[in-house]
């Protein structure tokens, strides 16, 4: 078998995950095996330069048709991609690093930051990021566990 290894660890096609280091401590993902590079929702996204650097400047909210728990979040860029849509936009972001908690695992990953207002998930996670010991089950979800229900119900702007 062809890249897999004991040490695997199994996830499924929709996991809710951490971004600690930048203060998100939820989000739902989506699992995608057809995407590269792994994508976050950002809004206010905006360039800028410290110390002759490049650096990004966004807002992430977490949460579907909430603002509850929204995070202002400045990073070094890292990188810019080209990356097409499934819709064939082609679209330059910049790449960020971060530390994703994914099934109770944490692993460094690139994250292009981009407006995903109208998609399901606020997050992709794609190859780069499971070819540090993921498999992926199809038929599973949340194989990491859930947030605590209140967590869930009191971020999503309901009363």
Same mark, same amino acid.
Request: proline residues 4%.
């Given at each position: #078998?062809?890249? +897999? ?12 995950? %951490? +971004? ?11 699992? !995608?095996? @057809?995407?590269?590079?792994?994508? +976050?929702?950002?809004? $206010? ?5 410290? !110390?002759?650097?490049?650096w990004v400047k966004f807002t992430v909210q977490p949460w579907q048709t909430s603002e509850a728990d929204a *995070? $202002? ?5 890292? !990188?810019?991609?080209?990356?097409r849509s499934s819709s064939g936009h082609t679209e330059s972001r910049p790449v960020v690093l971060v530390t994703? @908690?994914? *099934?109770?695992?944490?692993? $460094? *990953?690139?994250?292009? +930051?981009? $407006? &995903?207002?109208?998609?399901?998930? %606020? #997050?992709?996670?794609? &190859? ?15 194989? @990491?566990?859930?947030?605590? &229900?209140?967590?869930? %119900? ?6």
């Amino acid at each position: #078998m062809s890249g +897999l290894s004991y040490s695997s660890t199994l996830t499924g096609w929709r996991e809710w995950v %951490r +971004l600690d280091g930048i203060g998100v401590s939820w989000v739902k993902a989506k699992v !995608d095996t @057809g995407a590269q590079t792994s994508a +976050l929702h950002a809004t $206010d996204i905006t360039e800028f330069e410290r !110390d002759g650097a490049p650096w990004v400047k966004f807002t992430v909210q977490p949460w579907q048709t909430s603002e509850a728990d929204a *995070v $202002d979040v400045e990073l070094p860029v890292h !990188d810019r991609r080209l990356v097409r849509s499934s819709s064939g936009h082609t679209e330059s972001r910049p790449v960020v690093l971060v530390t994703l @908690g994914l *099934v109770g695992r944490e692993v $460094d *990953v690139e994250l292009t +930051l981009t $407006d &995903r207002e109208e998609m399901v998930f %606020r #997050m992709l996670i794609g &190859r780069e990021a499971l070819q540090q010991g993921f498999v992926v089950d199809p038929g599973a979800s949340f194989v @990491g566990g859930r947030p605590p &229900r209140e967590v869930r %119900r009191r971020n999503r702007g309901r009363a």
